[in-house]
């Protein structure tokens, strides 16, 4: 792994309420982040979405599994755990597609896992989720 991307991967695996700050230190102001409820296009959005994060969730963790590096893109397999009274204990696996710029600075970090898993953890979703989830089913 090159430099940018053991940062990175360091950041996000420490990453907590009083350190955010450390993201701007590894991402470039023009960061474009994407997840399945999420779509910004600057580090101050990116920042955003991080802090409510952690303002909604009291426990939240990232665990990178592994990592596939080619020049200044990767990606990364990631565990994340977090709880809220809404939803309960809850965690999921993801894969990050990351492309730093010549600085190695993050400009995209584009997150791809499945959004009703979490949904799922809602009560008043729940059913809704499950539902569809067998009617799409191809049994």
């Not at 470039?28 to 580090?43: C, E, G, L």
């Not at 965690?91 to 993050?106: E, H, M, P, R, T």
């Amino acid at each position: 792994m090159d430099s940018w991307l053991v940062k990175y991967v360091d950041v996000l695996e420490n990453l907590n309420a009083d350190n955010l700050d450390s993201l701007r230190h590894v991402t470039a102001d023009s960061i474009h982040f994407k997840d399945p409820f999420n779509d910004r296009q600057t580090q101050e959005g990116f920042m955003l979405i991080m802090e409510d994060m952690f303002k909604q969730l009291p426990y939240v963790r990232f665990k990178v599994h592994r990592s596939v590096q080619m020049d200044q893109e990767a990606f990364i397999h990631w565990n994340f755990e977090g709880n809220s009274r809404l939803t309960g204990e809850f965690n999921f696996d993801g894969i990050s597609l990351l492309k730093v710029d010549d600085a190695g600075k993050i400009i995209l970090h584009h997150d791809i896992w499945d959004g009703s898993a979490l949904m799922e953890r809602i009560p008043f979703v729940r059913g809704i989720i499950r539902t569809l989830r067998k009617k799409l089913s191809h049994q």
